[in-house]
T-cell receptor, first 116, second 116 residues
């Protein structure tokens, strides 16, 4: 499982409330990602990080912020949750092999977030 | 912008038979990676197979193989001797080669049901 833990695994929250999802890794990987999965869209990148305090936006970053103060933790925050943010959220890390060409992404178990 | 298209929302196959899932993509790059991920009902994202664009030889992993047609921008997945445990949603994904941030662009997914 590449040592990735997402918390919580399930959450129901009300519209307008702040929500923070946590991704924790135990293998000291540099790159971490947050994706959301919605029917008909596959997975789409929200934000990613390439090191402590180094983050960048993905395809669907509006309404989301991230922080990475330690290598092992990557937090995703919904400042004011909306119903359109009801989704399954996946954290991923990139495990780099012996050469630059040998990279693979490994995913956490996912968090199902429902905004009511 | 790169796009990945899976035109088959749902497919079914009889146990022990062979099935092929289609994927096309659009890119102007010459160096990139392609992946197939499996998502069973447990929701876990599992890497099935990977193809580097600079390699002409099609990748194989046990019962899973790909047909990579670079000029046609096609990357299909063939599952031989289908098993009940192959029932899952399958995602095709693209990753840039240059820069190599590891960001993935996913297709919409194909739900595969293996029937006994």
């Amino acid at each position: 499982d590449a040592g990735i833990t997402q918390s919580p695994r399930h959450k129901v929250t009300e519209t307008g409330t702040p929500v923070t999802l946590r991704c924790h890794q135990t293998e000291n990987h540099r790159y971490m990602y947050w994706y959301r999965q919605d029917p008909g869209h596959g997975l789409r990148l929200i934000h990613y990080s390439y090191g402590v305090k180094d983050t960048d936006k993905g395809e669907v970053s509006d309404g989301y912020s991230v922080s990475r103060s330690k290598t092992e933790d990557f937090l995703l925050t919904l400042e004011s949750a909306t119903s359109s943010q009801t989704s399954v959220y996946f954290c991923a890390i990139r495990r780099q092999g012996a050469g630059v060409m040998n990279t693979e992404a490994f995913f956490g178990q996912g968090t199902r977030l429902t905004v009511v | 912008a790169q796009t990945v298209t899976q035109s088959q929302p749902e497919m079914s196959v009889q146990e022990a038979e062979t099935v092929t899932l289609s994927c096309t993509y659009d890119t102007s790059e010459n160096n990139y990676y392609l992946f197939w991920y499996k998502q069973p009902p447990s929701r876990q994202m599992i890497l099935v197979i990977r193809q580097e664009a600079y390699k002409q030889q099609n990748a194989t992993e046990n019962r899973f193989s790909v047909n990579f047609q670079k000029a046609a921008k096609s990357f299909s997945l063939k599952i031989s001797d289908s098993q009940l445990g192959d029932t899952a949603m399958y995602f095709c994904a693209f990753s840039h080669g240059s820069g190599n941030t590891g960001k993935l662009i996913f297709g919409q997914g194909t739900t595969l049901q293996v029937k006994p």
